[in-house]
């Protein structure tokens, strides 16, 4: 901390503020009493890095192969737009 607050230029006399100066106070105990967001597997996944095995989008091909077509029916309607605009001379 004190590398930072020279960094910054932070050079005023910081005893006068007292706890102040230190936003979390107790706050780190505070968290530690909170329950885990995670399960312990999820825990041990991430430190290990292992991603396999779990569930995978069951609609994601589905998603894709739409997303795909509606692209090409885009390109195809534009370009017929464009076509039928150079024919009528506009």
Known sequence: MTQIFSQLG?????????????????RELELLKLKPTLHSWQYEALATNDLTGYMKNPVSNTIANLTSFVTSMNTIAFSTHLTILETQNL
């Not at 932070?10 to 107790?26: H, I, Q």
């Open 10 to 26: 932070y050079n005023f006399n910081a005893t006068k503020l007292g706890d102040a100066n230190d936003p979390t106070g107790n």
